[in-house]
DNA sequence: TTTTTACGTCAGCCATATTGACATATATAA
DNA sequence: TTATATATGTCAATATGGCTGACGTAAAAA
């Protein structure tokens, strides 16, 4: 109770610290996809399409190789899902204008509503996490997942000062 | 640069934030699991081994109730993991004391070798995380995470007080 | 003694990933 | 122009890790 940091020295990561972050990480990783898991199963979708659906919400005509790089899967794990989404009408293709050999990919308004509604159910977990923690709480968790990640996954998130290391730490 | 917290407001959860955070979680997940994914594939095993190793190494005398419900599958599921595991001698079961229809779970010699790689691999990445963001951010993280689960999860962590509520909102 | 619990196993199904090989259209370089 | 590289798709086979349902055994508890 008394010092809030007492367990969190990154120059002396106990057993202990490090098994708690494996764990914080498991646990939460594990309830933050769980009910978006339930959602998408009304629809006989899996984890791997809410992917498909999330990143291409959030960049319009992204392109497959760009899709590829991001879920870091193959072609043809991607291909299954991806041809089912625009067989069921939630995403669509079109050629690219510059390059005709990419197809496009957009959601179309059955996409755009069914996106809606898994991040409205993560939007409420988060902002209740946030809530709770208050905003210190919230720069430090984006600024430790930030850094967990590959430097080629960091590169993603360079646009956002707030999570660069000379403006993060005072 | 100028405000650290601009972003960060959970009363006022905006499209980016969000984005923001569900990016974060995912990609560092990712990454988080895809070294160990590596190593696990020279032993022609996978993460659900990955994750019944690690629990069993952090409760020794583990039973299979106790297991399948931090895990969350289904006894079947377990079976055939804990059973590879239990043939190639990473795991030993013996019959409980008070209760000897239990099988309580330990790492054999060479699971707690397997193990220890496997953790020393994420020991490292944490500890590189945890430096870069400083001992703040660690709390915030550890926090937001922590309020991220599920009511039911949290009380797993409920003997750590710098987790708690009180304790960690100034 | 009966019922419940802890655990295991068999059989079959499904989702998601893999590799390898091959095809097509288009862009780009020689 | 021709050759090569790129973006994408597809077929086939395979593996992992989930699931449900059914059934069985040993031991605890009522």
Redesign the pocket.
Known sequence: MADVKSGANPLFLREEELRQAMELLFFSYRDFTAEPDQI?SHY????????VIYFVGRHPAM??????DI??????????????L?REDFIQ?R??T???????LELTEKGKKLESELIENQRRRIARAYRAAGADAVAGFRTVLYNLMDEDGRKRFDHIETLQPATVRR
């Open positions: 998408l006989g979708f899996g984890r791997a399409h809410h992917r392109t497959v190789s760009e899709l590829l879920l870091r899967i193959t072609k043809q794990s991607l291909s299954r899902v991806l041809s089912q625009v293709q050629p690219g510059e390059d005709r050999r990419q197809r496009l």
